[in-house]
């Protein structure tokens, strides 16, 4: 009976987490991201070729926009285009369903790490979570393939330890951590240092497996290897460091002392409460982009920072020895999860490249929650039980409001989102013109409004225009041509005394791009 009445919750809040992630997925987030229209195109021409958009046979990396993607990105997508077409939902659509799966996958990690109702709590917490559902619902890397295999990877060490290292455990241990290096350029710092830090935390756990079972450490070091072979003559090549090396900081002028400080203190933003509760991304002062958070809310809710509090306490307070296994994991997590956003680049915390944090927060939340309501029950003997239920009902209608309050937020979001700095609302659009109309022109350029827009004419085209270009130049000759521009760009473009053909307008009705119709001679 109980293990049907857990399964009954469990299925709820998966059920709660896929409504979450499905609903409205092919237009909200309003556009779509140019790395998503790169995905894609590779992905329609893996499923109609088995060739890239290079034409590498079934790659294991996909180059694009000067870096590399990985096969998580674009394979996964294969099939749900064969299904559902070369189209926006069937690239946002794998995301969606690995976030679900992440779902599920917490709840056995929270589960092993405490117990069963910390699992559920954890699956509800992620379900959700602002920061969990929102990178749910687009695809410009495998965030969730990401989540899943470094869940995955530490829910099988776990079960390792505390099984006598089972060969079957230390096994998938070594390939969630080997198949994780094959999802996102951040985890290619993460993983190794993760794996280091848990050889130097649980030492005297691996001197024994080395000492007395060396056998079955080998065989999962042996498969390890065998799978990232790939990966680690990727990176040898010099191609796998493409994307570190477009994204990566440096220290402008020689100052290593000051790009020390200024690392420094961005890694410490990523503590800061306001930015998990309060603004997340996109409202990060000195953050210009708004396509990375949901505007208006934290990447978990205010009410939550109270209890990640208290499960940190608890955590401490906790004397056994699987509270300080489960101590020096999460914690371990927490260090770490800012680094793929300190090694590059940014000026603030990125919701996508320290998306690992999300695993150790949501545990910690749940924890905290279980913690505080066995704490009421055990103090408050005469209405302890009375008390819990009290409590769980205002949980879960603060819970409640502050969902309606997020999903209020994500309906506004579409209709602020579209812009540069959002998911470009408008490629479908003009591309989709373009084409219908390419008979009756010689050239027709994307002139401006997107980055990266040549990936966005071979997926809205399916590479079937020819005459479609990227960019714009007046120089340029070839008779009669379309030109779309951004309204918010036409001072940089001598277009006036052209003619207008068409207009297209963002999800509020304000005008998003004029084409252009002229002759060059």
């Not at 209020?408 to 408008?426: D, P, S, T």
């Amino acid at each position: 009976m109980a293990n049907r009445y857990i399964f009954t919750l469990l299925l709820a809040i998966v059920a709660l987490g896929a409504i979450l992630r499905f609903y409205d997925l092919a237009s909200n987030p309003p556009g779509f991201y140019t790395d998503e229209a790169s995905i894609g195109f590779n992905a329609y021409k893996i499923l109609t070729s088995a060739k890239d958009e290079h034409g590498a046979f079934l790659p294991i990396f996909f180059k694009a926009f000067g870096e590399y993607k990985t096969p998580f990105a674009i394979y996964p997508v294969v099939p749900l285009m064969a299904i559902f077409g070369a189209n926006e939902l069937a690239v946002r659509l794998y995301g969606a369903v690995l976030g679900v799966v992440d779902i599920a996958l917490i709840f056995f990690l929270g589960k092993i790490l405490f117990n069963r109702n910390v699992g559920l709590l954890s699956a509800f917490v992620l379900s959700i979570a602002p920061w969990h559902v929102h990178v749910s619902r687009f695809l410009i890397e495998s965030h969730n393939a990401l989540i899943f295999f470094v869940v995955g990877g530490i829910l099988f060490f776990v079960l390792a330890l505390r099984n006598n290292w089972q060969t079957r455990y230390l096994i998938l241990s070594s390939l969630f951590w080997a198949l994780s290096l094959y999802t996102y350029f951040a985890v290619r710092i993460f993983t190794p240092l993760f794996l280091l830090g848990l050889l130097v935390l649980f030492k005297k756990d691996v001197i024994f497996l080395f000492k007395n079972q060396r056998r079955k450490l080998l065989i999962a070091v042996f498969f390890f290897c065998l799978i990232t072979l790939p990966f680690f003559l990727h990176v040898l090549s010099g191609e796998g460091l493409a994307r570190f090396q477009q994204v990566a900081f440096s220290t402008e002028g020689g100052n290593v002392t000051g790009a020390i400080v200024d690392r420094l203190s961005l890694y410490l933003k990523h503590f800061d409460p306001r930015f998990i509760f309060v603004w997340g991304d996109a409202d990060f002062p000195g953050q210009l982009m708004i396509r990375l958070s949901v505007s208006g809310i934290g990447l978990f809710y205010k009410w939550q920072l109270l209890f990640f509090l208290f499960g940190l306490c608890f955590l401490f307070l906790s004397r056994d020895e699987g509270s300080r296994q489960n101590a020096k994991i999460l914690l371990l997590i927490l260090l770490l999860y800012p680094l793929g956003t300190i090694v590059s680049d940014a000026k603030t915390p990125y919701a996508t490249r320290s998306v690992i944090g999300v695993i150790a927060y949501t545990i910690l939340i749940a924890y905290g929650v279980y913690g505080f309501l066995r704490f009421i029950k055990e103090h408050l003997r005469i209405f302890g039980r009375l008390s819990v239920l009290a409590i769980t009902i205002v949980l879960v209608l603060v819970s409640v409001f502050y969902l309606e309050r997020y999903l209020a937020l994500g309906g506004a979001y579409k209709n602020r989102a579209y812009g540069y700095n959002g998911f470009q609302y408008g490629a479908r659009q003009v591309v989709d013109y373009f084409v219908a109309n390419q008979n009756e022109y010689n050239l027709m350029l994307l002139g401006s409004g997107f980055d990266g827009p040549s990936a966005y004419i071979n997926f809205f085209s399916l590479g079937q225009c020819a005459k479609c270009k990227a960019g714009f130049n007046e120089s340029w000759q070839g008779g009669r041509q379309l030109v779309a521009v951004s309204v918010g760009d036409l001072e940089s473009f001598n277009l006036a005394n052209q003619s207008i053909v068409h207009r297209i307008y963002y999800p509020d009705g304000r005008e998003a791009f004029y084409i252009y119709a002229r002759r060059a001679n």
